[in-house]
């Protein structure tokens, strides 16, 4: 089984080896997934998640009332982008030495490439990622045993990071958009499932160890997560 439906609602089912329960998740998209262990079969699979009916209707409530603030963003003169935890207004330039640049307190984009601005502040923002992440690694790899083998910006859906087996870590370029707080909080999580690699009981004892207060950065992006976007 690799998908359900329940009252109309669409399901995804994936089955790992490192789960010992059955777990529900809203993505970003308001999409259903459900993680469950490898050696559940589909029937029991499929009662756990009609168990966890109210559960699903609640989470997915949540998310509809956090994406009433999602935000449609044109590339004209006053539209505001986010950068770092702090919004933009976006000015056309005539001429510019760059595509894109930060100044005087505006996103600058030169006019000849808004035709392609969508891709110019992709870039933009998956450059400046890649510096703030390392930047903010290098402050804080010393808290932790395992170091990651490779550092990716990516296009990641609906995760603001990853991680892989081979000790790779992968991270959204919307994490630029956040707060550096919440960018240190993203990048914490992520190098402590080298440790331990589920959301297990002590995945989050660890977490909490190395970060006390992530749970206000966890909350920062439930709230604002639907605003980082273009």
Request: proline share 4%; net charge positive.
């Amino acid at each position: 089984m690799n998908a359900m439906k329940l009252n109309g609602i669409d399901i995804t089912i994936e089955k790992t080896g490192r789960r010992k329960t059955v777990s529900i998740f809203i993505e970003r998209d308001g999409s259903v997934r459900v993680l469950a262990p490898l050696s559940a079969p589909d029937e029991k699979i499929e009662q756990a998640v009609k168990s966890k009916e109210y559960q699903i209707y609640t989470k997915l409530a949540r998310w509809n009332e956090r994406n009433q603030g999602k935000v449609h963003r044109e590339f004209v003169n006053g539209q505001s982008f986010l950068y770092l935890g702090r919004n933009y207004r976006l000015s056309i330039e005539d001429e510019q030495d760059v595509p894109l640049k930060i100044s005087g307190g505006f996103f600058r984009l030169d006019r000849k490439y808004l035709p392609q601005a969508d891709k110019v502040f992709k870039d933009f923002y998956r450059e400046k990622a890649k510096h703030k992440i390392r930047e903010r690694l290098k402050l804080m790899e010393e808290k932790f045993h395992h170091k990651p083998s490779v550092i990716k910006v990516l296009e990641l859906q609906n995760r603001w990071a990853s991680w892989s087996p081979n000790n790779a870590l992968n991270f959204h370029w919307k994490c630029i958009m956040a707060p550096v707080a919440v960018i240190d909080y993203i990048i914490t999580h992520e190098m402590v499932h080298l440790k331990y690699p589920n959301h297990s009981i002590e995945f989050w004892n660890e977490l909490d160890k190395k970060m006390p207060e992530y749970r206000e950065y966890e909350d920062w992006l439930k709230k604002n997560g639907v605003k980082m976007s273009l």
